[in-house]
């Protein structure tokens, strides 16, 4: 009888302990989509990037999506998202020019996911995708360049989940990261705009495009992010 009473209380006491364990799955995992906006600040340390701006530190906005795709353990999971961000900067050169970047940044990225509890968690983060730069300098005429490249990212950081609005799997999420960011340099040639007009753009006399050096807009980032997972 006590033997019984023994494995009826130690097989209750399992069977708690495997439902508090279930129980301890985090928001994040019960919400596998996430959308929101994120805020970069990349410190920029090259001195090819002064022709567009007096600061190091250039903030880029924008936004994500992504999807939790393999779950490797009952804490660990692997995720994917998209990732859209834009920066422009200006600068006054030589108090007679008006330098001006824009830049637009694509990504594709995974990351590993460790979650600590029910609402916060720490992941590794590694992107990568393509960066288009549009420059212009501007005195009595106006000169352009643009220019593709490639980018990779790699950072860290931890984000943590509400619960569940109104008893629903949608939740707020906030989140706060820190890598670097290396953008491929690239050169830049400037010229004069093409007229719009293709008769006109006929007649114009052609230029041979001025090389304004190679770009590069590598640096240390930290990246804020807010959103819902649902």
């Known amino acids: 009888m006590t033997r019984h009473a023994f494995g009826f209380i130690l097989a209750s006491a399992l069977s708690l302990l495997a439902s508090s364990a ?3 799955t985090s928001n994040a995992s ?3 989509w996430s959308v929101g906006a994120h805020v970069t600040t990349v410190w920029h340390t090259d001195a090819s990037h002064d022709v567009f701006a007096h600061e190091m530190a250039a903030p880029y906005g924008g936004f994500f999506v992504g999807r939790d795709l393999v779950t490797f353990a009952p ?4 995720s994917g998202e998209l990732a859209w961000s834009v920066n422009t900067v200006r600068r006054r050169l030589f108090s007679a020019f008006d330098s001006t970047l824009h830049s637009n940044h694509f990504q594709a990225a995974v990351a590993v ?3 600590l509890n029910r609402w916060l968690s720490l992941y590794g ?3 990568g995708g393509g960066t288009y730069f549009a420059a212009t300098i501007t005195g009595q005429s106006s000169l352009d360049a643009d220019a593709w490249t490639a980018n990779l990212t790699g950072g860290a950081g931890a984000f943590a989940v509400t619960p569940g609005i109104l008893g629903s799997r ?3 999420a906030a989140g706060v990261e820190s890598g670097f960011a290396y953008v491929f340099p690239t ?6 705009p093409v007229p719009e007009d293709d008769a006109k753009a006929a007649d114009r006399l052609s230029v041979r495009p ?3 050096g190679a770009l590069d807009a590598s640096g240390a980032y930290l990246r804020v992010t807010l959103g819902l997972r649902f």
């Open 187 to 192: 050169d830049l040639a400037l010229a004069p």
């Open 113 to 115: 996911r460790f979650e």
């Open 30 to 32: 019960r919400s596998p």
């Open 170 to 172: 949608v939740r707020f």
């Open 210 to 212: 001025t090389a304004l």
């Open 125 to 127: 983060r590694v992107a």
């Open 75 to 78: 804490r660990v999971v692997l």
């Open 22 to 24: 279930r129980a301890q």
